[in-house]
């Protein structure tokens, strides 16, 4: 299993991962937890588990294909960026985990 993991700085986490769940699951299996403020977000070959808190939006991305790890960072960063389009481009920092 291949992992990586990110924290963005930003105030408005709750606010991104709400609207990341909320277009995501038109297409992808979906789960959020608003009493905890976190969700996870099943892909075809990946899954994303987020949590915020008042300062930052956390990110573990897990995948059975480490060659799809970095295609996945892509695709949770450009949308966190277009939600984000006010504070964007957000600092994504990924680290294996």
Not at 25 to 32: G, R
Not at 71 to 87: I, M
């Amino acid at each position: 299993m291949a992992q990586s993991t990110t924290t963005v700085p930003t105030e408005n986490g709750w606010k991104y991962l709400q609207q990341l769940c909320k277009h995501w699951a038109h297409k992808l299996e979906v789960e959020l937890d608003e009493e905890n403020h976190k969700a996870v977000v099943k892909f075809p070959e990946a899954k994303a588990s987020m949590q915020s808190d008042a300062s930052s939006l956390s990110v573990l991305i897990e995948t059975e294909d480490p060659a799809k790890l970095d295609t996945y960072q892509g695709v949770v960063a450009s949308h966190l960026d277009r939600f984000a389009f006010r504070e964007a481009p957000l600092p994504f920092d990924w680290k294996a985990a």
